[in-house]
């Protein structure tokens, strides 16, 4: 079983920023990608930023420029730095681990339960 817990979420006015940590947990072999989706009311999952394992990073169009991700290998923790934080970026964060566990064959996806973040003033 692999265990992904987040934390940092809250409530911010625009403008300000938050920091958002994963530290994924559990019979881990390897991790390939961690990253961070959102959820908005009413709307799909979309994909914020992720990072490889070789450290190729992605994010979507929307936060570039504001948001930044990081991992710390040795912690099993990924971190998504969010400046200039826009009312648009209010929604329920997950974070997603791709790895291979020490149990089974083949590689797996896991979600955390999601970390709330509003910008309102």
């Known amino acids: 079983q692999v265990q992904l817990v987040e934390s940092g979420g809250g409530l911010v006015q625009p403008g300000g920023s938050l920091r958002l940590a994963c530290t994924a947990s559990?019979?881990?072999?390897?991790?390939?990608?961690m990253g961070w989706y959102r959820q908005a009311p009413g709307e799909q999952r979309e994909r914020v930023a992720v990072?490889?394992?070789?450290?190729?990073?992605m994010y979507a169009q929307s936060v570039k420029g504001r948001f930044t991700i990081t991992r710390d290998n040795a912690k099993r923790t990924v971190y998504l730095q969010m400046n200039s934080l826009k009312f648009e970026d209010t929604a329920v964060y997950y974070c997603?681990?791709?790895?291979?566990?020490?149990?089974?064959?083949?590689?797996?996806?896991?979600w955390g339960q999601g970390t709330q973040v509003t910008v309102s003033s």
């Open positions: 997603n681990a791709d790895v291979s566990t020490t149990t089974s064959w083949g590689r797996y996806e896991y």
């Open positions: 559990g019979d881990i072999f390897t991790i390939y990608v």
């Open positions: 990072i490889r394992s070789d450290d190729s990073i």
